[in-house]
């Protein structure tokens, strides 16, 4: 019944759950403190809160039972959807009419998305400047906008590792922001300086190394064993599956929209798991669905397996969404503790609002190449923007789509 994305759920969460006249799991202060909470871990906040209610209720089996039925119905539809997908995708009416429309829809929702995300996100620092658009006030800190617009432009230009990108981001924020601390901290900071330099060398030379350990491999003999049994494991589809959606779960920091970076980059460039238009059509059925926008990796697991029969591809599509939802069960059953005492610390705190930014700006720059693929005339492209204004003004995503829908099959049936 959640449809209209995060605020949606937890206002139900709230009016049924918590204070009198509900079913008095929890006390408004003790809801906030985990919404709080939710809102600074990675994954998507709303899922974490629903997890959170549970492990308030019933400990860690209640947590594991509220996330598993709060994803359920989501999951199924996506099931549903898919297996329609995959199966008429093909049809003239839906390739050339259907999916023709609903494509554009989905750009607009997405940049319609990275507006709310902006407003929130430029303004938590310092103010430098403020207007209004639309009736909608906008406070503007110069300097987060820079990192926005710096990673929207890193993101179109080098398509770096989202996470290399957010850290980057972090550490900007933090030494524009609280100068003071780092000079008074120094020692400290250059030691955790020189560790992250180290390991962004080591990612950024990752190829370099390979090589250099398989020629000294080679030399001792034991190249054509640990080559084998590296590969081995990293061909094998189940494993790579799990581990990919295992790392985005644990760093989808800012909203399940942070997914569409992370898949644009590994799942459609690096490990060509599906095309561009494919993943367009993925996030547009995730949009259809009440749960968090992250349940597309269901889609995403179904198709990789879909070449082995459907009762593999739904297989595949529950590895795939279990892998990407562990890591909050996690942060909620055993890191929570430790999450509530760093939540306060000034340095946490800014470092955050850097990355919040950074993330906006990933959005908006994998977004670029998805719009290429969707935005192919003047009507597509008018569907685009009709979407992103009506969205910002309240229009829920499952309507918009819907009615792309209708506008693309009258298109491909009259004209």
């Known amino acids: 019944m959640g449809f209209g994305g995060p605020l949606v759920h937890i206002a139900m969460m709230e009016d049924e759950l918590v204070g009198e006249s509900s079913r008095e799991w929890s006390d408004e202060s003790t809801f906030m403190e985990g919404l709080a909470i939710c809102n600074m871990l990675p994954g998507p906040a709303s899922t974490q809160l629903g997890i959170f209610m549970g492990w308030v209720r019933g400990g860690t089996p209640g947590a594991i039972v509220a996330g598993s039925c709060f994803m359920l119905p989501a999951f199924a539809i996506i099931i549903a959807l898919s297996y329609l997908y995959f199966a008429y995708g093909e049809l003239p009416a839906i390739q050339n009419g259907l999916l023709y429309a609903v494509n554009p829809v989905v750009i607009g929702l997405i940049v319609g998305s990275a507006y709310s995300m902006a407003r929130s996100a430029l303004g938590q620092a310092e103010a430098d400047f403020a207007f209004e658009i639309g009736g909608d006030s906008w406070t503007i800190d110069v300097k987060l906008l820079f990192l926005l617009v710096a990673a929207l432009v890193a993101t179109v230009l080098f398509n770096p590792n989202p996470v290399l990108e957010f850290a980057v981001a972090g550490v900007v924020a933090l030494l524009v922001y609280r100068r003071e601390w780092v000079a008074s901290n120094l020692d400290r900071v250059s030691l955790a300086a020189i560790v992250s330099l180290s390991l962004t060398g080591l990612y950024l030379a990752r190829d370099r190394i390979v090589d250099l350990a398989s020629s000294g491999a080679r030399r001792t003999g034991v190249y054509g064993t640990v080559a084998s049994i590296v590969g081995t494991l990293w061909a094998n589809t189940w494993l790579k599956l799990v581990l990919f959606m295992l790392y985005t779960g644990s760093f989808i920091y800012g909203g399940g929209l942070v997914l569409i970076p992370f898949i644009e980059k590994y799942v459609v460039i690096e490990f060509g798991w599906m095309d561009t238009a494919t993943f367009v059509d993925g996030i547009a059925l995730g949009q259809l669905t009440p749960g968090p926008v992250v349940m597309t990796t269901a889609f995403v697991g179904y198709e990789l397996l879909l070449p082995q029969g459907v009762p593999m591809a739904v297989l595949g599509a529950f590895v795939a969404a279990l892998a990407a939802f562990a890591p909050?069960?996690?942060?909620?059953?055993?890191?929570?503790?430790?999450?509530?005492?760093?939540?306060?610390?000034?340095?946490?705190?800014?470092?955050?609002?850097?990355?919040?930014?950074?993330?906006?700006?990933?959005?908006?720059?994998?977004?670029?190449?998805?719009?290429?693929?969707?935005?192919?005339?003047?009507?597509?492209?008018?569907?685009?923007?009709?979407?992103?204004?009506?969205?910002?003004?309240?229009?829920q995503a499952a309507t918009l789509i819907l009615g792309g829908g209708f506008v693309g099959f009258a298109v491909f049936y009259l004209l």
């Open 328 to 395: 909050s069960f996690v942060f909620i059953v055993a890191m929570f503790p430790y999450v509530a005492k760093v939540r306060d610390n000034p340095q946490v705190r800014i470092a955050l609002v850097g990355i919040n930014a950074a993330v906006v700006g990933a959005i908006l720059g994998a977004t670029v190449s998805l719009a290429r693929e969707a935005i192919i005339d003047p009507l597509t492209a008018a569907l685009a923007v009709a979407t992103f204004v009506l969205f910002v003004r309240g229009v």
